[in-house]
């Protein structure tokens, strides 16, 4: 079958929720991918930042494969090796309590949402609390996940959403302080906001927020789906600020490839919230997915890769403002270790896009106008060159 006839296939059955790129992925080798009739590219997406660790990484699927050979699933009646190992490395790496294993990052978003809600139940018996959540944010595409997602387009059609959700703007400590009521229970947030344009919160911003819910009891939710696990060069984005969140959520690159998620509560959160009976999942945790990501953590420690993403960094973000300073049509560069965008003016840039993947690069888009750049973070200097030649040609 050739590549457009697999495509026709692929529409026919499968719903077409998604404008797909006219490619078919096939294999992928270290920070390479290969489409079905041979063509290799250059990946700075990821599958949408997940593929931390590129494709195959040494050590990985032997892991994963050893895993299958044992035990894919037992569901969380009982105990299972992987949670163990999986659980206490989580736990460790962001120095809270407890960890909520899911299936994706939007259900870590809803733990996270009902555990704040059940804090706030457990202190003063009310059930009328509020959240407040940002503009521009995304936190997933469930009821509840899309009621504290601040994207009017994605929200619309399924409006009536969850009630008591309002909203403020990143990085304007005033206007979340306009919001707040005696009913609020928590304000959550991205560390750097993801698919609204790749937005780093300031740190007056995350300071601001951490003291105000020291002040009201209010949880502050932090959602790392996106810049979490490495992206930033930090284990999460928000240990660079030194404010830890009450509840964080995490997906994406946790497995590196497998659907996993997880929400992690500190103490006072675990202490004071979701009990026996109040939340539940079949799959979540389930040893497959525990394996993949206990060997991540494990391969993170050996290999040092926060210590190579931070170390590439200076590189990574010289090539990009390079390519803002010659080209009329990248405005401007902002972002956190791995996890860049470039705003494009004049165009769109979904051109920069379709060019690049012509070219043999991938490289996704973020918001209306922002050229994001999320590899793997185990990229070389080699790669960087190599991705800055190609999007310097699509630039022209
Ligand atoms: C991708 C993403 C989600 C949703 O995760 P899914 O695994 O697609 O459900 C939530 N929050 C942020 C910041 C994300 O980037």
Redesign the pocket.
């Known amino acids: 079958m050739s590549m457009n006839e697999q495509m026709e296939e692929s529409e026919a059955s499968i719903l077409h929720t998604y404008n797909r790129f006219p490619v078919v992925f096939e294999k992928g080798e270290g920070c390479y991918l290969y489409d079905s009739e041979g063509k290799e590219y250059l990946d700075f997406a990821a599958g949408?930042?997940v593929n931390a660790l590129g494709y195959h990484y040494p050590g990985y699927d032997e892991a994963l494969k050893s895993q299958i050979d044992k035990l894919m699933h037992i569901s969380n009646l009982y105990y299972n090796e992987p949670i163990i190992e999986a659980g206490a490395k989580l736990v460790q790496a962001s120095h809270m309590e407890k960890a909520f294993f899911t299936n994706?990052?939007?259900?870590a978003?809803e733990g996270a949402l009902k555990a704040a809600k059940k804090y706030a139940y457990e202190r003063d018996g009310h059930a009328d609390h509020e959240i407040i959540a940002m503009n521009h944010s995304?936190?997933?595409?469930s009821i509840g996940?899309l009621s504290v997602t601040g994207n009017a387009h994605y929200r619309e059609p399924f409006e009536p959403l969850m009630g008591g959700v309002k909203f403020a703007d990143f990085n304007d400590l005033e206007s979340v302080k306009a919001q707040i009521t005696d009913k609020t229970c928590a304000i959550i947030t991205?560390t750097v906001q993801?698919?609204g344009g790749i937005y780093p919160a300031t740190k007056e911003f995350l300071e601001g927020l951490r003291k105000l819910c020291d002040e009201k009891d209010i949880i502050l939710i932090l959602?790392e789906?996106?810049c979490g696990m490495g992206r930033t060069g930090h284990y999460f984005a928000w240990q660079a600020y030194g404010v830890q969140p009450d509840i964080m959520?995490c997906?994406?690159a946790l497995g590196c490839g497998v659907p996993v998620?997880a929400f992690v509560l500190n103490k006072k959160a675990a202490a004071a919230s979701l009990k026996p009976g109040d939340h539940g999942t079949t799959y979540g945790g389930n040893p497959f997915v525990c394996a993949a990501v206990s060997k991540v953590f494990d391969i993170f420690e050996k290999d040092q890769i926060l210590s190579h993403v931070q170390g590439l960094t200076p590189y990574f973000e010289e090539k990009l403002d390079e390519l803002v300073a010659k080209h009329d049509c990248a405005e401007t560069r902002r972002g956190k270790g791995f996890m860049q965008g470039i705003v494009i003016k004049g165009r769109p840039v979904g051109d920069v896009v379709k060019k690049a993947l012509a070219k043999g690069l991938l490289v996704i888009s973020a918001g209306s106008d922002v050229l994001r750049l999320v590899p793997p973070l185990v990229i070389t200097k080699e790669d960087i060159d190599k991705m800055a030649e190609i999007l310097d040609e699509c630039m022209e």
Do not use: L
């Not at 994706?104 to 259900?107: A, C, H, I, L, Q």
């Not at 995304?138 to 595409?141: L, Q, S, T």
């Open positions: 949408i930042a994706s990052g939007t259900e978003i995304f936190h997933g595409r996940a991205e993801g698919e959602d789906i996106q959520t997906a994406k998620g």
